[in-house]
């Protein structure tokens, strides 16, 4: 960015505009139209009443006795009174339609980002890049979209105004026009340096401010509020926020005094342009080249130019810079769209009798290490299957494969032959139902915490709220079922972490999906109600196959298969028989679980 001149904005510009004008368009066609037409119209009038003003200059400083005079100008004089009225009826009309426009295109630009942003493949959440991009253009990139449009109308305001005076001056007098755009020069050239040195400093700047934000965000955060006074972080918080505040401090203070410098120049260098112009008239007034009545309306003209050309040089800058951030938005939505799934070949098949992944690898972008490694295995319709294992050794990564969340690097998932990855994606996760490790508590009610979304079915989510151990925390709540799961809001409850684990798994319970994933759905439950549930296991294994990962080993054990993961690679697997009689992994694991209940 640090080579961008002049010439690079005026290159950049028509662009700009296109992408205004079509963003204008898709938020309201009519008020784009509008506020052009209405602006060009205005425009035609203000060089009219300008031309009338000739007329009267002209009759006023004719000779003669002076009531004869002004009754010579009088119908110059309603003409320039006719056509200004006229233009400030047209200005302030496109000024209604443009103010209209403006949150429209606030609207359309976030309905557009959000859209794209949840329509991407989950693994963009795991890379740098896409956050850095989704950054900019939320925080900055967003707004200045309709900023962008705004400023692009306001360009065609001011050329409408700065032409309609142009030529004007051009048709009194050819030269001056040459004078008048010369005087306007320094003033551009200030203008595009002090936008970029804005945003340079921003662009360098931008770092230091997304981890001042993010700092500032945990500092009074709910979330991390208990911890922060438990661990008494304030003042080393603090001091890393201050510090960080003051880099950024001094980097902008720096730029100020740097665009300062730069309009100072700029001023004085219009100031002695200025002097020139009215030298220029004053002198080819002496020479006899100007009728007085004409130089009286080129001073007005210039005034009108001078006026349009500084608001026209303060459109483009605004519209430079802002389109400098807009255009963060728009390569944000491309690379977004860019990693979107494609829409599939194949018909999701309903229900399945066998599922197999076979040779299945997969590694984190920007990660070094596979998570999955040729991971091979198999569940049938009906069957519980179980994935144990170490910490990091890649359940909770293979349970997204399977859920359809992240595409393998390397093969293949089937349901009944069909590979699931060439099917659309959220008719496959209509038939998928997970309780994640990682669930969200979502702000909503506890309905819609369970329903999510889906139509209420009041025996599905009496049967999900049974099945999870949710009905005793529905009834401790005092609205029930509407009760808002939201501390941070008036009426708002919160739920323990056990309590919040069973709404996750009625939210799953609750889908009537034929693959049923559950990573860890009893880490927060008591001793009661982690029974409940896995002795639950069979019954919702009568209608779909269950896959279910967890640490307590003996509740494995009435797996029809269990899967022992170990860095990426299944490392054995069968009944727990099978796998106690090898004395492997899972054999350790169980006796050290095992071995703690001894005396
Ligand atoms: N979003 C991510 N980005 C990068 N690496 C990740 C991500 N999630 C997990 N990993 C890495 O992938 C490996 C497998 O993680 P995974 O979450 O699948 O393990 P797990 O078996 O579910 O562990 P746990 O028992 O702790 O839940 C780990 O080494 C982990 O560091
Ligand atoms: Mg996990």
């Known amino acids: 960015m640090g080579s961008v001149g002049f010439r690079d904005v005026a290159r950049r510009f028509p662009g700009l505009v296109g992408q205004a004008v079509r963003l204008g368009w898709a938020a309201s066609p009519r008020d784009t139209v509008a506020t052009i037409a209405l602006n060009l119209a205005s425009g035609v009038f203000a060089g009219y009443a300008l031309f009338a003003t000739t007329g009267v200059l002209g009759a006023l400083f004719a000779g003669g006795p002076t009531p004869q005079r002004v009754r010579a100008a009088l119908p110059s004089l309603i003409l320039v009174a006719v056509s200004s009225a006229a233009r ?40 740098s890049d896409f956050h850095d991009g989704l950054e900019r253009a ?30 004007v001056i051009g048709v009194l007098q050819p030269i001056l026009l040459a004078v008048l755009l010369a005087a306007q020069a320094p003033g551009a050239w200030a203008a595009v340096r002090a936008a970029r040195i804005r945003y340079l400093t921003r662009f360098a700047l931008i770092d230091s401010y997304r981890r001042k934000w993010i700092l500032s965000h945990l500092m ?29 401090r001094d980097a902008e203070m720096r730029a100020a005094g740097r665009q300062a410098a730069t309009r100072v120049t700029a001023s004085a260098m219009s100031g002695i342009a200025t002097a020139g112009v009215y030298a220029a008239l004053g002198g080819m007034l002496v020479g006899g080249w100007l009728p007085l009545s004409v130089a009286g309306t080129a001073v007005l003209a ?12 303060y459109a ?12 963060d938005y728009v390569s944000f939505c491309e690379d977004a769209q860019s990693r979107v799934r494609p829409a599939g070949q194949a018909p999701m098949p309903r229900g399945f009798d066998r599922i197999e992944a076979s040779g299945l690898s997969f590694s984190y972008p920007a990660a070094d290490a ?16 179980a994935l144990v294992g170490e910490n990091g050794s890649g359940k909770t990564t293979l349970a997204k494969i399977l859920a359809g969340l992240y595409r393998p690097s390397a093969g293949s ?36 915490n369970i329903t999510m979304g889906r139509a209420l079915d009041a025996g599905l989510l009496a049967f999900a709220v049974s099945s999870s151990g949710a009905d005793v925390v529905v009834d401790g709540l005092a609205r029930g079922f509407d009760t808002l799961l939201a501390r941070q809001f008036k009426d708002g409850a919160e739920l323990s972490g056990g309590q919040w684990q069973r709404i996750a798994a009625a939210r799953a319970f609750y889908r009537t999906a034929p693959l049923l994933i559950m990573d860890e759905p009893t880490a927060a439950l008591d001793a009661r109600a982690e029974h409940a549930l896995f002795s639950s296991l069979r019954r919702h294994a009568e209608t779909r196959s269950v896959v279910i990962i967890t640490h307590r ?13 170990a860095h990426g690679k299944v490392v054995e697997s069968g009944r727990h028989p099978e796998l106690m009689a090898l004395g492997g992994q899972y054999a350790e694991l169980y006796g050290l679980q095992a071995s703690q209940y001894e005396p």
Do not use: K
């Not at 210039?302 to 040089?313: D, E, K, N, P, T």
């Not at 483009?316 to 255009?327: D, P």
């Not at 490694?373 to 569940?379: G, L, N, Q, Y």
């Not at 998932?413 to 990682?438: C, K, N, S, Y």
């Open 88 to 127: 400030s009826g047209l200005q302030s009309a496109a000024g209604w339609a443009q103010g209209r426009l403006e949150p429209q295109v606030d609207r359309e630009v976030e309905i557009r980002l959000v859209g794209l942003t949840t329509s991407v493949e989950l693994a963009a959440f795991d890379d």
């Open 220 to 248: 009074v955060d709910r979330e991390t509020a208990a911890e922060l006074r438990s661990f008494t972080m304030r003042t080393f918080l603090l001091d890393r926020l201050s510090r960080l505040a003051a880099y950024a």
């Open 413 to 448: 998932v089937t349901w009944d032959g069909i590979p699931i990855f060439d099917v659309d994606a959220e008719p496959l996760r209509e038939q998928v139902a997970v309780i994640a490790q990682d669930h969200a508590n979502w702000p909503l009610s506890v309905r819609h």
């Open 553 to 565: 080993l003996a509740s494995v054990r009435q797996a029809d298969r269990i899967y022992v993961l």
């Open 370 to 385: 596979l998570a999955l490694d040729d991971v091979s295995i198999e569940i049938g319709r009906g069957e519980i299957v």
């Open 302 to 313: 210039i005034r009108q130019a001078g006026a349009s050309l500084s608001q026209l040089l």
């Open 316 to 327: 483009v800058n605004q519209c430079y810079e802002e389109g400098l951030y807009f255009s």
């Open 138 to 167: 939320r925080n900055r990139g967003m707004n200045s979209a309709a900023q962008v449009v705004n400023n692009v109308i306001n360009c065609l305001t001011s050329t409408t105004g700065l032409m309609s005076a142009a030529i």
